[in-house]
């Protein structure tokens, strides 16, 4: 991350198209039971679409809103990262 904090993601299943990962350890990310699943799909001959979905749980004392906030501005980011990487 940014600040130097680390997320250790685990692999659960992947395909030509997807990934689906979970947080072993969230690190500074309150929450727990993280999975997510990264999918590309082709929506004509030279662009695809990424969808990028989540699950998790808050942790003890944390609300999902709290969470939810941070993980979405995340989201975004990786994904307008990717956009800018590709010249889309």
């Known amino acids: 991350m940014l600040d130097g904090a ?3 993601e685990k692999l659960v299943e992947e395909g030509p198209f997807f990934h689906h990962y979970r947080f072993d350890d969230p ?3 309150p929450v727990r039971a993280f999975t997510a699943r990264l999918t590309v799909t082709a929506v004509g001959a030279d662009h695809s679409e990424i969808h990028w979905a989540a699950r ?3 942790a003890p004392g944390v609300t999902e809103e709290d969470v939810k906030s941070p993980l979405v501005g995340f989201y975004e980011s990786c994904l307008d990262k990717i956009a800018a990487e590709l010249g889309a």
């Open 6 to 8: 680390r997320l250790v």
């Open 56 to 58: 998790f749980e808050p």
């Open 27 to 29: 690190g500074p990310v």
